[in-house]
């Protein structure tokens, strides 16, 4: 940090004023210090040892002329900027670099060669703890990351500098016998502000969606009224204003850095920095008016610019980590819509090459029996009968995916009309009639009032009553009864239909996945009868399409229940193309 002749004579204190980073458009993912590893290996190191050397005889020289106390040290912020962005193979190679140029520089300024060395191994020290802390498992750090500024504030802000502060203060009270607490409380301040405040606007990494974002927003007029904003109320706060009013600078520069990110939070840091330090040191602004001794009005401000970059980093790092979020859930969406229309376009295609030849097998099957009745074995007729069966439960497959297609992109279409029930209820009893005959299901009707209206698609609710109907037969014993029921409910103003079985019932472990795609209870007896699993989830949806609702009761004996509005009005009603997406429970 400071040379020796500085710490022996308590009244000489020393400043470094940080020159303003300008944050030009990088290429992408790329720091300020990126260009530096494009160049031969030999002249990085030399442009290292050099730079460094240059910044620190800076500062002492600065300091000496201007007899103050040190406020920034830059020179370990390059140096942990060009160390964060470094390949691994030269960290240490651009660490003994810069160590040689600091020693040079500590040498020129008339400091003894122990005094030098130790100084200079002291900021090596302090920048190597520093890399060491952000760098463990990983490459580099982002700062756009919440996660990796915090790290980084913690690694530069407190344990780097805090523990060269230690060794400097312990190793200058022996030699030259200055005060502990006053060495190393300087040398801890100025070293941290130097590393929070210099070394994010070098590595700060913008990609060029971050890059395009930020420049676009920097130019829009509200950005740049931003800007404005904060310049001129810093200038003014720390110019004319003898009153503690720094903290009104504080929401404009975080507002910045949510408007613009983290250019902008690096350019109003940078101004802030500047012009605070610059205005304190004339005796102006809030800080610069205390009724203190420079030192403490120094640290003063110190605290000050460090809560400002903490704060107003942070919260760029979080704005730009979501919006990088919502553009990449932006283009998953894309992705996932183009994904699910191509799904939605070979389903269709693949059902319909299916179902054609299919049906045709399935005719051709059918026929069979009347065909060859004079030459077909009781084998034979077996053997067609398994393979009607067989046709028919691809069928349903097949007819029960493409509903579902359907459903999902909200392309199916319900008729909805006012019609008598009992009629309906009587077509899906005779289509379940056929339904797994070997089981020899008696199908009981218990229509209290066969003459109800209510405003419905036929084919629909067909589907959904066959669909309760085949899960009823397949669940129930050999040669047990199912039982479709019709009944008035709430006082006349709804009507139920429903269907009831003596099956064993519906698990606890499945109740709650009922409704959902590809769901099936795993009932030992009748898992190899299952279907698809989609019946009760396309006939949740057609039901909820029709202004239904649909439900169960889980215990023995399992009852399927479907409540409609009872219809008062005989007007028949139309709803093409519904958008079923909202009755999406699948």
Not at 212 to 234: D, V, Y
Not at 489 to 518: H, L
């Amino acid at each position: 940090m400071n040379n020796m002749q500085e710490w022996q004579d308590p009244k000489a204190y020393d400043v470094h004023l940080e020159k303003p980073v300008t944050v030009q458009p990088a290429e992408k993912s790329a720091s300020l210090v990126s260009p530096l590893f494009k160049a031969p290996s030999w002249l990085q190191l030399i442009v290292v040892a050099v730079v460094f050397c240059l910044l620190a005889y800076g500062c002492i020289v600065y300091t000496r002329e201007s007899s103050r106390i040190a406020t920034i040290w830059i020179a370990n912020s390059a140096l942990l900027a060009v160390l964060l962005e470094a390949p691994k193979a030269r960290k240490y190679l651009f660490l003994a670099a810069a160590y040689i140029g600091n020693v040079a520089a500590n040498l020129i300024s008339g400091d003894s060669i122990p005094v030098a060395a130790f100084l200079a191994m002291n900021n090596s020290i302090e920048v190597l703890i520093a890399v060491l802390i952000l760098l463990r498992g990983r490459d580099r750090v982002d700062l756009s990351k919440p996660s990796d500024l915090l790290s980084f504030f913690w690694a530069a802000g407190i344990f780097a500098p805090l523990a060269a502060a230690i060794l400097a203060a312990m190793f200058l009270h022996f030699w030259a016998g200055t005060g502990f607490i006053t060495v190393a409380q300087t040398w801890y301040l100025a070293d941290a502000l130097g590393l929070l405040t210099g070394t994010p606007f070098l590595i700060a990494r913008l990609s060029s969606f971050d890059k395009k974002h930020e420049l676009e927003a920097i130019r829009q007029p509200a950005g740049l009224l931003l800007l404005l904003a904060c310049f001129g109320s810093t200038a003014i706060i720390f110019w004319y204003s003898q009153q503690s009013l720094h903290y009104l600078v504080l929401p404009l520069l975080y507002l910045t850095a949510y408007r613009i990110g983290l250019l902008g939070a690096a350019i109003g840091n940078t101004f802030l920095a500047l012009v605070s330090i610059i205005f304190t040191f004339q005796g102006h602004g809030p800080f610069g008016a205390l009724s203190a001794d420079l030192e403490t009005k120094v640290i003063l401000l110190q605290l000050f610019i460090v809560t400002s970059a903490l704060v107003s980093l942070v919260t760029a790092a979080i704005i730009t980590q979501q919006r990088r979020m919502r553009a990449e859930l932006s283009e998953l969406t894309r992705m996932a819509l183009t994904s699910s229309k191509a799904k939605s376009e070979f389903v269709a295609n693949m059902s319909h090459e299916l179902r054609t030849p299919l049906t045709s097998i399935r005719g051709v099957l059918g026929l069979l029996p009347q065909v060859l009745s004079g030459t077909l074995t009781d084998q034979g007729k077996s053997l067609v009968k398994i393979g009607v069966a067989n046709a028919d439960r691809l069928l349903r497959m097949i007819n029960d995916i493409l509903d579902t297609e359907q459903i999902e992109s909200g392309k199916i279409s319900v008729s909805l009309k006012a019609l008598e029930l009992g009629p309906i209820l009587d077509n899906a009893v005779d289509m379940a009639h056929g339904y797994l005959p070997e089981k020899k299901i008696t199908i009981v009707k218990a229509f209290e009032h066969p003459h109800l209206k209510a405003t419905i698609d036929p084919s629909r609710l067909e589907q959904v009553l066959f669909n309760l109907l085949s899960n009823a037969i397949k669940f129930s014993p050999n040669e047990g009864t199912v039982t479709i029921g019709l009944k008035e409910i709430e006082g006349g103003s709804k009507v139920r239909i429903y269907v009831e079985d003596n099956g064993p019932g519906i698990p606890d472990s499945f109740r709650s996945r009922i409704f959902q795609k590809f769901e099936q209870a795993d009932s030992g007896d009748a898992r190899s009868k299952n279907g698809s699993g989609l019946g009760l989830s396309i006939s949740k949806a057609l039901v909820e399409a029709m202004h239904g609702t649909i439900g169960y009761q889980a215990s023995a004996p399992t009852v399927f229940y479907i409540d409609l509005p009872l219809e008062e009005d005989q007007q028949d009603q139309y709803v093409a193309n519904t958008d079923l997406k909202k009755y999406r429970t699948i």
